[in-house]
Nanobody, 124 residues
Framework: QVELVESGGGLVQAGGSLRLSCAFS????????MAWFRQVPGEERGFVAG????????YYTDSAKGRFTISRTNAKNTVYLQMNSLKPEDTAVYYC?????????????????RGQGTQVTVSS
C-alpha cells in the first residue's frame, strides 16, 4: 500500500515562494507517475503539475507554467513542487497523487493513491 505525506504548506505573502514535498512509501517510487492537484473550497480538485516516471516529462496547468516546478528525487522517494511568484489565487489545499501508469493524467480519479493535503495560503 502506497502512503503519501505532504509537507511544506503554510502562509506566504503574494510574490513569495514555497516548496511542497511529498514523501512516498510502500512501493518502488521510481515506477510511479506523480502529480500535484489543488482544491479551493467549493470547487473541484484541479491538476497543477505532474511528472512521468519513465520519460521524466513534466506537465503544468497554464496558471502554473513559468512559476511552478515539479521535480523528483528517486533516491529520497520524494516529489517536490517549487512554487514561486505566488498569487492569492494560488490559495488552496494541495494534494500529492501517485499512479503506476507511465503516462500523465489530468484527472483526479485516475490516480490510485492520494495524500491528505497541505494548506497553502497566499495573502495579498
Amino acid at each position: 500500500q502506497v502512503e503519501l505525506v505532504e509537507s511544506g504548506g503554510g502562509l506566504v505573502q503574494a510574490g513569495g515562494s514555497l516548496r511542497l514535498s511529498c514523501a512516498f512509501s510502500g512501493r518502488t517510487f521510481s515506477r510511479y507517475t506523480m502529480a500535484w492537484f489543488r482544491q479551493v473550497p467549493g470547487e473541484e480538485r484541479g491538476f497543477v503539475a505532474g511528472i512521468e516516471w519513465i520519460s521524466g516529462s513534466t506537465y503544468y496547468t497554464d496558471s502554473a507554467k513559468g512559476r511552478f516546478t515539479i521535480s523528483r528525487t528517486n533516491a529520497k522517494n520524494t516529489v517536490y513542487l517549487q512554487m514561486n511568484s505566488l498569487k492569492p489565487e494560488d490559495t488552496a489545499v494541495y494534494y500529492c497523487v501517485a499512479d503506476s501508469t507511465s503516462r500523465i493524467s489530468y484527472v483526479w480519479d485516475e490516480y490510485d493513491y492520494r495524500g491528505q493535503g497541505t494548506q497553502v495560503t497566499v495573502s495579498s
